[in-house]
């Protein structure tokens, strides 16, 4: 997302006025814009509103079909705030995807900086009509948050995007939206406000993907602490985006549901969330009843449709006679 919308007095409405539940006053929300307007204030645009271009053949030294990796979403995804394209959270993902399965990688990135989830479509649309990537990797949620979009519009967003890209036959991993509370240039009460907004988003996102068949990551648990621990480290030149050791601390923790999507391994660690697979319920089965030929039976029209069993081998029983 962009350095200016992230901490736009959108964020102080939202959160305070609807996006998180909690009613405040008049003079709450005088101060919540006092607040927002300092965030943007100390923020402002060091890092310009494009990310570097990223894509092309990853590790081509492995040889064999390379990996299709596709990535949309927001700045995050799009790798804002990385100084070299081969930093970006795309590239980074890349290379640890090649390492692990021994196989080049190509990178493909539809994600834009300021992308809210209404906006995943186009970057869908956007690609050749015959692509499908091998799996697909979705980071965004912050600028829903920031602009009161409503929980249920960004997950069925999401749900669509998903459908979508599995009709491609493509396999998708979902990072949920970040913990803004780990924004430390947002002062409080609006930082946890936010906190508490981006939570209740990723908790939706991650509801949508595995509803829809897509893996999800909670990069609020599984990175979030590094960011919040080691912020200097973790933050780039604005202190809102990650910097290239946050981009390579996120494309790793992402890593296990991608190689879990491409097949490479069966299970998750904790944070991540395998999608679910719908239960076929046991059915008993019925023995094919072959009635007896003999002519004594076929003059008998008071059969009783129960001595053939059927009532007894059925879980349940209860079989209308007619229907037998």
Known sequence: ??????????????????????????????????????????????????????????????????????????????????????????????????????????????????????????????????????????????????????????????????????ARGTRVVVGTCPDLGALRPVPQPLRSLGSRASRQLAAAQREAALRAGAW?????????????????????????HPSAAGYKRTAKAVLPSVLAALGEVDAVPFGHHAPEVPEVPDVPEVPEVVPETRPHLRAMPDVDHDDWGIDDQVDGGGFDRREA
């Open 1 to 166: 997302m962009s350095a200016t919308s992230k901490a736009r007095a959108a964020l102080a409405v939202a959160t305070a006025a609807g996006g998180v539940g909690v009613a405040v006053g008049y003079g709450g929300r005088s101060i919540l814009k006092r607040q927002a307007a300092t965030a943007r204030r100390l923020i402002g645009k060091p890092l310009g509103e494009e990310a570097l271009d990223a894509d092309k053949l990853y590790r081509k030294r492995y040889g064999g079909r390379p990996v299709e990796l596709l990535v949309l979403g927001d700045s995050i995804a799009a790798g804002l705030g990385a100084e070299v394209p081969g930093d970006t959270f795309g590239a980074r993902l890349a290379k640890h995807v090649a390492r692990s399965t021994e196989r080049p990688v190509r990178l493909r990135t539809g994600a834009r900086v300021g992308a809210e989830s209404s906006m995943l479509a186009e970057q869908v649309g956007a690609l050749p009509a015959t692509y499908a990537a091998d799996v697909a990797v979705i980071v965004v949620g912050g600028n829903d948050v920031t602009h009161r979009v409503p929980l249920a519009e960004s997950a069925r967003h999401l749900r669509e995007t998903i459908e979508a890209l599995t």
């Open 216 to 240: 999800a990551v909670s990069l609020a648990d599984v990175v979030g602490p590094f960011f919040i621990t080691n912020p200097d480290e973790m933050f780039s030149l604005d202190r809102f």
